[in-house]
């Protein structure tokens, strides 16, 4: 792979994270209200305008924005994202300790959704206007149009309270994960299905293909060495983009669920008005799904020679 790619993706990279850095400090100023007096309201008693101004001084909010972003953005590079105003704690410290629940859940999720995609995508398009197509065809429907939410609240009440077969919150336990992510990774499945069958029905059909049957290359080799891998390319696009549909959706179903993971602190901090912490959120989830996507992009060359930085596909 050229040296020129990592360069320029590279620069991309640092371009695009030091806009989202600009994003999330200036909805922070945005929000209506002042912020001295709303975490001072939030103890339940009336703070006299002296104590504001002390916290104002206190939190430097009296400088210029441009002062306040630099200072902070020197900060965050040293991954110093604050102090939690609910907790004490820092913001670091405090999304790192709910981090692995969050990612428990998304790598549950994203087996779900393989589990179920890979075969189902695989069959339906080997299979053809077939029953199995019609079935894959309806479940990929069902789960493009449910919303996460609605078919969380659907699971916890038919598996968790009618059936009593699963517990609604059970974080650390296996039977505890299965209802959330199954929640989580029932749309993803339904959006990899459709991906993967299309993308398979598009290689079965391409020259290279029957040059391969017409030579008797077995059709195991065939579908697993050659369709596949080409199959894979929108798969893994969309792959890079259902991150960020994770890291969404976990918001709501962590608090469905009462799943310990960031989605839920980030719910908590929200109410709160803890902006050092939705600040950091949005960050890291910024940096996670930049991060994937890049990775992405790399495996573009691996899965199909044929791609080359700024030529697009060249025969």
């Known amino acids: 792979?050229?040296?020129?790619?990592?360069?320029?993706?590279?620069?991309?990279?640092?371009?695009?994270?030091?806009?989202?850095?600009?994003?999330?400090?200036?909805?922070?100023?945005?929000?209506?209200g002042d912020t001295p007096?709303?975490?001072?309201?939030?103890?339940?008693?009336?703070?006299?305008?002296?104590?504001?101004?002390?916290?104002?001084q206190q939190l430097q909010l009296h400088e210029p924005a441009y002062i306040q972003y630099g200072r902070w953005l020197t900060r965050v590079v040293q991954l110093d994202l604050g102090i939690s105003y609910r907790t004490g704690l820092p913001v670091v410290y405090e999304l790192s300790h709910r981090l692995a629940a969050t990612v428990e859940l998304t790598l549950a999720s994203l087996g779900?959704?393989?589990?179920?995609?890979?075969?189902?995508?695989?069959?339906?398009?080997?299979?053809?206007?077939t029953w199995l197509d019609f079935f894959g065809r309806m479940a990929v429907l069902a789960g493009s149009s449910i919303p996460n939410f609605w078919l969380g609240l659907i699971l916890a009440y038919l598996f968790s309270v009618r059936l009593q077969w699963l517990p609604i919150a059970s974080a650390g336990r296996?039977?505890?994960?299965?209802?959330?992510?199954?929640?989580?990774?029932f749309g993803m499945a339904a959006a990899y299905t459709r991906l993967l069958r299309g993308s398979m029905l598009d290689a079965l059909s391409q020259g290279f293909i029957r040059v391969a049957?017409?030579?008797?290359?077995?059709?195991?080799?065939?579908?697993?060495?050659?369709?596949?891998r080409y199959a894979l390319l929108?798969?893994?696009?969309?792959?890079?983009?259902?991150?960020?549909?994770?890291?969404?959706?976990?918001?709501?179903?962590?608090?469905?669920?009462?799943?310990?993971?960031?989605?839920?602190f980030a719910v908590e901090s929200i109410?709160?008005?803890?902006?050092?912490?939705?600040?950091?959120?949005?960050?890291?989830?910024?940096?996670?799904?930049?991060?994937?996507?890049?990775?992405?992009?790399?495996?573009?060359?691996?899965?199909?020679?044929?791609?080359?930085?700024?030529?697009?596909?060249?025969?």
């Not at 779900?112 to 206007?129: K, V, W």
């Not at 049957?213 to 596949?228: I, T, V």
């Not at 918001?251 to 989605?263: A, D, M, N």
């Open 112 to 129: 779900f959704a393989i589990l179920f995609a890979g075969p189902l995508g695989i069959l339906t398009a080997l299979y053809p206007r």
């Open 174 to 185: 296996l039977e505890g994960l299965i209802l959330p992510a199954a929640t989580l990774g």
């Open 37 to 56: 007096e709303m975490i001072l309201a939030s103890t339940g008693v009336e703070a006299p305008p002296e104590a504001v101004e002390a916290l104002r």
């Open 1 to 32: 792979m050229p040296v020129n790619f990592f360069i320029h993706r590279g620069i991309s990279f640092i371009i695009l994270l030091f806009g989202i850095s600009l994003v999330a400090f200036g909805l922070m100023s945005l929000v209506p």
């Open 271 to 315: 109410q709160g008005r803890d902006y050092p912490v939705i600040q950091g959120y949005v960050l890291f989830s910024a940096l996670v799904v930049v991060t994937i996507n890049l990775a992405v992009d790399c495996l573009y060359s691996y899965l199909d020679p044929r791609i080359r930085l700024g030529g697009g596909l060249k025969e």
């Open 234 to 264: 929108p798969v893994l696009t969309w792959f890079g983009i259902s991150i960020g549909h994770l890291l969404g959706g976990s918001v709501v179903v962590e608090t469905i669920f009462s799943w310990p993971g960031l989605g839920r």
């Open 213 to 228: 049957r017409a030579k008797g290359l077995k059709e195991r080799w065939l579908l697993g060495r050659h369709a596949l």
